[in-house]
């Protein structure tokens, strides 16, 4: 057999060695187009105040995707592994934004009834709950000497260095019978400590039924270290006024504040 017929003959190996077509190009990754719908999903999550704690969960999910997306695509053009960058890097910076403000805001609350002591709550409180006791104020009257008993409401808590007590209400009608001369109730505020300390109180007063029926406060009560001192709460010259201290049988102190600005003083 010649070579030509060889050459064109069935089955021939000749054509074995021609360059093999080229194989489809993989498809892109999607994970750094969610990646950045995340981030885009985050940052106005991030400037509302209720809701800045969501946006740390899509920011981390967008990191996490745009990791994912620079592997997969690190063989890829250059345009997909450039938003995978960029959506890794905008959740990032959205992470910190968010965890900043998160711990900027719960660090803004002032601390009341003194540095050191757990926040006292004001106004008036759930009569349900017990009275908590604390150094300064006694949990009974005192037997046998006239003084009127203070209880502290829920959550009010007053300093190792200050010592509140009261003495009985006075008062009395005029010689005409129209108002109330001398009332109210005599607060003495005892400052053991070294440093001058200036403090704003409320005391409501309760009847048997444990029900409001004064409400009085005292702002901007410098005292002096280790001076006492004095001042009059529920100064009125209201008959009806008068009547309502004389029925009333607890005083509470329902909120205290000290070296602190009282919000009922602005």
Known sequence: MSDQSRSASPGSTLDRGAPAAPSAPAAPSLAPLAAVLLVVLAIPLCF????????VVPATVAVALAVVGMVQDRRSAGGRQVLAVAAAVGGLVVLVVAVTLLVAGNGTTPAR???GDEPSAGGVLDEQEPAPTSTGLPAEPPAATGDTALVLGTGVVVPEYLALSAADPTGHLSDDGTRAEDAGLPVTITNLDEEEHVLAFEIHALDAAGDVLLWGAATEVVVPPGESAQLQVFDFDKPS???ALERAVTFRVSSLYVDVEAPFAS
Do not use: F, H, I, T
């Open 48 to 55: 509302l105040p209720a809701l800045r704690v969501l946006a």
């Open 113 to 115: 009834a003194g540095a």
């Open 241 to 243: 006024a008068l009547a």
